[in-house]
């Protein structure tokens, strides 16, 4: 198993930004690529950014040049840096973990809000 634990999240005003972490426990070993994913009220889930064991990154093109995933190893934690951020990125962020299998882990989301 794998726990997953979002912090960062919050209200900002368009043009700012937020860092979010993720912070992993569990069999991590086990775990081949990182994420973040977004769901905006009404819509699905969507892929924001990846990162795999061997730091291949992955953006949706509505984030590319504004986000940055990274991660610490060291800390077991990944990150998503946003700036220039902007009313539409409003949404609940997941982190994920996804298994050499194929297992999908999710944390708990954490609510961010663009708005002035």
């Known amino acids: 198993q794998v726990q997953l634990v979002e912090s960062g999240g919050g209200l900002v005003q368009p043009g700012g930004s937020l860092r979010l972490s993720c912070a992993a426990s569990g069999s991590i070993f086990s775990l081949n690529t990182w994420g973040w994913y977004r769901q905006a009220p009404g819509k699905e889930r969507e892929l924001v950014a990846s990162?795999?064991?061997?730091?291949?990154?992955n953006y949706a093109d509505s984030v590319k040049g504004r986000f940055t995933i990274s991660r610490d190893n060291a800390k077991n934690t990944q990150y998503l840096q946003m700036n220039s951020l902007k009313p539409e990125d409003t949404a609940v962020y997941y982190c994920?973990?996804?298994?050499?299998?194929?297992?999908?882990?999710w944390g708990q989301g954490t609510q961010v809000t663009v708005s002035s």
């Open positions: 994920n973990g996804t298994s050499y299998s194929g297992r999908n882990f």
């Open positions: 990162i795999t064991n061997r730091g291949k990154t």
